[in-house]
């Protein structure tokens, strides 16, 4: 028998759909923005009265640590820590010399993406000491003694003329009584 020749079919490529990477979209960033004031009526909340306070430390921190910090001018705040992924966050102030707090020194700042949140830290300046003046004792004058001898001569001088009309009246009455005896 003579081989006839039967055709195979043969696969033809056909090109396929890759899908498009599509772009994670990055959440938006926030903020967190801290002050200090100068609590005066100690009610721990800021009013139109109470200005800003310079020397308050502000840190932010997540749970890997300190994520930024700032010290406080009294003039340019609120100060904003900007570009925070959203996340947890403890803002915490370190009072200005010389100032107590009247409002907590940590808050727990829960950051959604895109948001801004304001932290506000009310301190009150610290009592100045009173002095009290106390009274010292004046001091009581003691008389300096004098020596006994000038007075005991003093006081013969001023009597010594009684002193010699007694004696001579005692010799004289001794002499009489002598006398009759």
Not at 29 to 53: K, S
Not at 157 to 164: D, E, Q, T, W
């Amino acid at each position: 028998s003579t081989p006839t020749i039967t055709p195979t079919p043969t696969a033809t490529p056909t090109p396929t759909k890759i899908p498009t990477p599509t772009a994670t979209p990055t959440p938006p960033l926030g903020a967190i923005c801290v002050l200090a004031y100068h609590d005066r009526d100690g009610d721990g909340a800021r009013g139109p009265d109470e200005e800003l306070l310079a020397g308050a430390v502000f840190t932010v921190s997540d749970e890997r640590g300190v994520v930024a910090s700032h010290t406080s001018d009294g003039v340019h705040e609120p100060y904003c820590f900007e570009g925070l992924s959203p996340g947890n966050y403890i803002v915490a102030e370190r009072n200005p010399p010389g100032y107590d707090s009247t409002t907590p020194d940590q808050w727990a700042v829960a950051l959604v993406g895109g948001a801004r949140v304001d932290v506000t830290f009310g301190d009150r300046a610290q009592p100045t000491p009173t002095l009290t003046p106390t009274l010292t004792p004046a001091p009581t004058p003691t008389p300096t003694p004098e020596p006994l001898l000038p007075k005991i001569g003093e006081a013969l001088y001023r009597a010594s003329g009684i002193i010699v009309l007694a004696f001579l009246a005692a010799v004289v009455i001794g002499f009489n009584l002598l006398r009759r005896s």
